[in-house]
C-alpha cells in the first residue's frame, strides 16, 4: 500500500478538490465543464470513495487513468478490496452501494478493480502558493501533519491510523476548531454536510452527490 503521495506545485495551471464522487461521474463531468476545467494544464483530486451507491462506478478507473485525476483511498475503496481479497460481509457492502462490484463476477475485470484501488494512497500533500494542502478521506487524526505522515509509514502505527483516516469523524462531530499543524488546509470528504464545512483548517466537501446531484469542488492553486 502506498501511505503518502506528495505532489509538486503545479506551474502551467490550477488545482482542484472534489468531494465524494460516489459513482456519479456524469455529475463530475458537468462540475468540470462549468469551471472550464483544461485537462492539459488543471489537475483534480479526490477525497476518496469514488465508487459506490451511484450508477457510473465502473467508469472510475477511466479517471485513475487520466494524468490529471488523482485520488487518496476512501473507506469505500477499502470495503472493496476487502471483499474482493477476503469476501468480507457481502451484505454489508451491497448495502452500503457495492451490488455493482458484487454482480460484476469477470475475474479479469476485478483485478483491473482491485489494481486500482490497492495502488491509492491513504493521504495525498499538494504544494501551493500558500504552503501545503493535505488530503484524506475523512479526516486527520494527528495534531500535526509531519506526524500523521511518520505515523502511516511506521508498521506499529500505520494500521491505526489508515482506519482513522478512512473512517474517522471526530473533527467535523465535536467541532473541533484547533488548525492541525504543519499544513495549510486538509480536504475530507467521508460525512455528508449540506455545503461545505470548515473545522480549524479542515475543509469537509461531501455534499452527498448521490442523494443531492451536487458535487463540491474547491480550487487550491491558480487563478480564480
Not at 462506478?57 to 485520488?71: G, I, M, P, R, T
Not at 495534531?143 to 511518520?150: E, T
Amino acid at each position: 500500500m502506498n501511505f503518502v503521495r506528495s505532489i509538486k506545485k503545479n506551474q502551467l495551471g490550477r488545482d482542484f478538490v472534489v468531494g465524494d464522487i460516489h459513482g456519479c461521474f456524469d455529475v463530475l463531468d458537468s462540475a468540470l465543464l462549468d469551471i472550464q476545467f483544461n485537462t492539459a494544464k488543471d489537475r483534480l483530486f479526490s477525497v476518496g470513495d469514488i465508487i459506490d451507491r451511484g450508477r457510473h462506478s465502473a467508469k472510475c478507473l477511466e479517471y485513475l487513468d487520466k494524468d490529471w485525476f488523482y485520488a487518496v483511498t476512501g473507506n469505500h475503496e477499502q470495503m472493496a478490496i476487502d471483499y474482493m481479497l477476503h469476501g468480507v460481509d457481502e451484505e454489508c457492502y451491497r448495502s452500503n452501494g457495492g451490488q455493482w462490484l458484487i454482480n460484476n463476477t469477470d475475474p479479469f475485470e476485478r483485478d483491473r478493480f482491485l489494481s486500482a484501488f490497492a495502488s491509492l494512497p491513504i493521504i495525498i500533500e499538494v504544494e501551493t502558493d500558500f504552503g501545503m494542502v493535505g488530503i484524506v478521506h475523512a479526516e486527520c487524526p494527528t495534531s500535526n501533519w509531519s506526524a500523521l505522515k511518520s505515523g502511516l509509514i511506521n508498521p506499529k502505527t500505520s494500521y491505526h491510523l489508515t482506519q482513522a483516516c478512512l473512517w474517522n469523524r471526530k473533527v467535523i462531530y465535536d467541532l473541533c476548531t484547533k488548525p492541525v499543524e504543519d499544513v495549510h488546509a486538509i480536504y475530507c470528504g467521508h460525512t455528508i454536510v449540506g455545503s461545505a464545512q470548515v473545522r480549524g483548517n479542515h475543509h469537509f466537501i461531501d455534499t452527498g452527490a448521490f442523494k443531492t446531484g451536487r458535487l463540491t469542488i474547491g480550487q487550491i492553486q491558480g487563478q480564480e
